[in-house]
């Protein structure tokens, strides 16, 4: 049974963790009783949910993180995981030298409201957090602590302060007329370019779909462009989600322009539709 004793003036709580094997902790000293029965109880209480682990045990925010990256590098996209890399290396610093199990809610809510006081882009400081809530996933089913703070902190929202300063938001994105597109169309003399915006305008395949394109995706006798993979980063590869493998319907326009961009275009390895 867990009890609390004294010994050399200094309180030492005596348990046996969720193994069975018995354990020890002396408490600093000036500890009071009501401190160590305290200290007591949460032992108690971390023995029963099985996530007790000693102190001199239990990993720095850091080192779960870096454990976290190396269990997700198998299972994401190469871009992808560099994104968590760099997310970890670069905004975590706050969290990086407290022990994982010592994390609270404040702690994580402190992390988010500092962020958004120094001016983080709102688009930014969510994608941050998925990769956070993540980190506290792996720690949990680890058993390195017993809940993710981050499922219960208040996540962060738009002021109408932030939102002045955050571009890109749907008010300010400017939507070319008919009118505006031939003049932009007009205006491009160069013929790669020419065909890249009249294909990006009248198909609404997204840039990476575009620029991953071979002559071989290009159904010249159905009049459909089929989306097979895309580029990123200077790699091309295959889409996410089954759904984004398509068939696009092309009007006679934008395959006249590529069938003369065809003509005029340089030879490469790939048979990329437009070479870079």
């Known amino acids: 049974m867990a009890c609390v004793t004294k010994r050399r003036n200094r309180y030492i709580l005596d348990f046996c963790d969720q ?42 925010f850091s080192e779960v993180a870096k454990d976290w990256l190396e269990y997700k590098r198998p299972r994401l996209r190469e871009t992808t995981w560099e994104v968590y890399v760099g997310h970890v290396r670069n905004h975590f610093q706050d969290l990086d030298p407290l022990k994982i199990n010592r994390i609270t809610i404040a702690i994580v809510e402190k992390f988010i409201t500092d962020r958004q006081m120094q001016g983080m882009n709102i688009g930014t400081l969510r994608k941050i957090l998925v990769g956070l809530g993540q980190i506290f996933n792996y720690a949990a089913r680890h ?63 997204r840039q990476g779909e575009i620029l991953a394109l071979r002559w071989s995706d290009v159904d010249w006798q159905n009049s459909q462009l089929h989306i097979r993979r895309t580029f990123n980063n200077g790699r091309l590869f295959t889409p996410k989600t089954a759904t984004s493998k398509r068939k696009i319907d092309l009007g006679p326009t934008v395959l006249m322009e590529l069938k003369k961009w065809r003509i005029a275009c340089p030879k490469n390895d790939l048979d990329l539709v437009f070479p870079n």
């Open 19 to 60: 193994h069975g094997e018995r354990r020890w902790v002396t408490l600093p000293k000036g500890t009071t009783k009501a401190e160590a029965k305290e200290a007591l109880r949460d032992i108690e209480d971390a023995v029963a949910k099985g996530v007790y682990l000693p102190r001199k045990k239990t990993p720095l």
């Open 143 to 205: 058993r390195y602590l017993d809940y993710n703070p981050l499922r219960e902190a208040e996540r962060p929202r738009e002021s109408a302060l932030l939102e002045e300063d955050q571009p890109g938001t749907p008010e300010d994105m400017k939507i070319l007329t008919p009118l505006q597109i031939n003049a932009l169309l007009a205006q491009v003399k160069e013929p790669k370019y020419h065909a890249l915006f009249m294909l990006a305008i009248f198909s609404g395949a």
